[in-house]
């Protein structure tokens, strides 16, 4: 080269196209702050290495039995701490989150058509389901949003946000709900998650977005490319203990996501790049899985996580964070009490049986409609169906043992039914 300057003009242009995205654009603080909070609180370390060694044992044990899997819904909290009108965002933009986040972690999205079909193999139907909570921790009715005005600049970077008594909003019980504070933040970050174990304190536990990238409508519409709520989606990966692709910290092929089938890669994704893009860590075929919600690919370029992906959030699911599962914050009829009074009402007669059951439903519950399901003890479902006050089943073609028919209108309403031959 014979001009220096534009030879060193062109050696830093070419080091920029090879530095992290994250330097100029808008980046996920998960990572950091977790690094951050280790460095304070060493005993983070310990938590961690127990909830991976029990992911891994959970997944080969999941893998040794072809267990039936069920849909489950967690309850989500949204507390709305904003500082200027705008970020007092709607019920209506706080909806189409929700929306996002089902579709998403169902593989119902409308983009998934766009998945080169190597990746479509892999992908997966997480089979977790996002409600706004419908009870609060008092057992009152809720619409699953809280509303704090606050006078704290960039609320989300302090210990504040988790605070009322401190310009924040206190969560939910952290066992039985998502939290997820829509609060401001600092220019470039997207948001941040707890990964399970990691939140120091406890009540910090949950998902921070700025109100510009949480959902589709009102002030997210204008936040191309982080426009389409899949700022929520990745931060919920984290939240159930997903890893970035590229690894824990900040790149390189020996950094790994402990996820089997995601392809190995150097560093975070940009843009959207064009199929199949290979790095240093994957030079062939397929190239790198930059359409993974854990990438930082543009939000219209996301499209899936993997099936390795999915047995790790239900091992956090299952593990860590298996107290949402019993939670009632979901449940669509009002006071949880309501739960034992419900039961009571219901008579199912002869229990054991060897054919028929009647099933009779009284007082106050006899006139609704009802939705039911029969699953054996490995949670293979053998019937639903809906009745108002009284119906006969026929189970003369089931086999001999236990079942559990369970309510739907209650979701921890079981009972347990005994066919003998
Ligand atoms: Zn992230």
Request: overall charge negative; proline content about 5%; aromatic content about 10%.
């Amino acid at each position: 080269m014979k001009n220096p300057i534009l030879s060193s003009i062109i050696t830093f242009l070419i080091a920029l196209l090879f530095m992290p995205s994250f330097l100029f654009g808008q980046a996920c603080q998960t990572s950091h702050k977790r690094t951050a909070r280790i460095a304070q609180h060493p005993e983070i370390l310990e938590d961690m290495n127990q909830i991976n060694h029990f992911t891994e044992e959970w997944i080969s044990a999941q893998q040794m039995t072809a267990q039936v899997r069920e849909l489950v819904t967690v309850p989500v909290v949204v507390h709305v701490v904003w500082l200027e009108n705008d970020e007092n965002i709607s019920e209506a933009q706080i909806m189409s989150q929700i929306d996002v986040l089902n579709e998403d972690f169902r593989k119902l999205n409308a983009n998934f058509s766009t998945t080169p079909a190597a990746f479509q193999a892999i992908a997966a139907d997480v089979e977790i389901e996002f409600c706004l909570a419908s009870i609060d921790p008092n057992g009152n009715p809720t619409n699953g949003i809280t509303r704090t005005q606050t006078n704290i600049q960039e609320i989300g970077e302090t210990e504040s946000f988790y605070d009322s008594s401190a310009g924040g909003h206190d969560p939910w019980d952290n066992t039985q709900y998502i939290n997820i504070w829509v609060c401001n933040q600092e220019e470039g970050s997207l948001g941040f998650a707890t990964p399970p174990g990691t939140a120091f304190p406890e009540e910090s536990d949950g998902v921070v977005i700025p109100s510009v990238y949480f959902g589709t409508i009102g002030t997210a519409a204008n936040s191309v490319p982080n426009h389409l709520g899949r700022t929520a989606t990745h931060e919920m990966g984290h939240y159930f203990n997903l890893e970035h692709i590229w690894g824990p910290g900040d790149g390189g092929c020996n950094e790994d996501d402990f996820i089997a089938d995601t392809p190995s890669q150097e560093f975070e994704s940009g843009g959207c790049p064009n199929f199949p893009f290979t790095d240093g860590c994957t030079p062939n075929g397929n190239g790198i899985n930059f359409q993974n919600y854990l990438d930082y690919s543009d939000d219209d370029c996301m499209t899936m996580f993997t099936e390795g992906q999915k047995m790790r959030m239900l091992a956090a699911l299952n593990g860590p964070r298996a107290s949402l599962l019993t939670s009632n914050g979901c449940n669509a009829m009002v006071a949880t009490n309501d739960l034992n009074n419900f039961e009571n009402s219901v008579r199912i007669f002869p229990n054991p049986t060897n054919q028929l059951i009647t099933i009779t439903i009284e007082n106050t519950y006899a006139s609704q409609n009802l939705n039911w399901e029969l699953f054996d003890m490995v949670g293979k479902k053998y019937l639903e169906f809906s009745m108002t006050e009284k119906k006969e089943l026929n189970l003369s073609n089931l086999p001999e043992g236990v079942y559990y028919l369970s309510c739907l209108n209650f979701s921890k309403s079981v009972k347990k039914i005994v066919i003998t031959k």
